[in-house]
């Protein structure tokens, strides 16, 4: 089945310990990419990684990184967590990303809280 | 940065009747995309539709594209308790160098009474 997966699905944490959420699809995508999203403020992109060792910021990047090591995974790591990171954070992927030309699959989320 | 603007932000209506949203957007752009959302749920794509078109049909949705007003619609007819979700538009970013973003509205709340 086609798919983009996340984990973990819901996590508490402290400020400051440094933590990873990983992402992975199985439709051997080029284009992956990171959302955040909290009440009224729709989804706000992260990073973005248009294929294998290419990735660039999105709107909100601060206070994350990402890599992409292999086509498949998309891993978003928080290295010093603070409480305005709490949110729901999902991972997508498409075909290509150029001109939004092709729908983009959407992980389940992953509901971060930080204390 | 917010391109997309859904219109209203929340509507409420009976089993059966249609619902219509809106979504504006302030730059020119090559691609449309409509997507909903159950609650805290991932996003599911509905439509893409391209700036060279003007109308678009899958099943029950309905989406039209205004270039000249940068404005979009998306029309569920006979609606149903199963369309209870939140619904979203998104569009590139236009004729820039690198356009490898979509960018993404508040979105319009639906809510079907049965």
């Known amino acids: 089945e086609a798919q983009v997966t996340q984990n973990p699905r819901y996590l508490i944490t402290v400020t400051g310990k440094k933590l990873t959420v990983t992402c992975s699809q199985n439709?051997?995508?080029?284009?992956m990419s990171w959302y955040r999203q909290d009440p009224g403020l729709g989804l706000r992109q992260i990073y973005y990684s248009m294929n294998v060792e290419v990735t660039d910021k999105g709107d909100v990047p601060e206070g994350y990184k990402v890599s992409r090591k292999e086509k498949r995974n998309f891993p978003l790591i928080l290295e010093s967590p603070s409480p305005n990171q709490t949110s729901l954070y999902f991972c997508?992927?498409?075909?290509?990303?150029?001109?939004?030309?092709?729908?983009?699959?959407f992980g389940p989320g992953t509901r971060l809280t930080v204390l | 940065s917010q391109q997309g603007e859904e219109d209203p932000q929340a509507l409420s209506i009976q089993e059966g009747e249609n619902a219509t949203m809106n979504c504006s957007y302030k730059?020119?752009?090559?691609?449309l995309q409509w997507y909903r959302q159950n609650s805290g749920r991932g996003l599911v794509h509905l439509i893409l539709?391209?700036?060279n078109e003007r109308e678009k049909h899958s099943g029950r949705l309905r989406v039209t594209l205004d270039t000249s007003k940068k404005s979009s619609s998306l029309l569920i007819t006979a609606s149903r308790a199963a369309d209870t979700a939140s619904y979203f538009c998104a569009t590139d970013a236009g004729d820039v160098d690198s356009n490898y973003q979509l960018i993404w509205g508040a979105g319009t709340k639906l809510i079907i009474k049965p």
């Open positions: 730059t020119s752009i090559n691609n």
């Open positions: 539709i391209r700036s």
């Open positions: 439709m051997n995508h080029e284009y």
């Open positions: 997508a992927s498409s075909l290509e990303g150029t001109s939004g030309s092709y729908e983009q699959f």
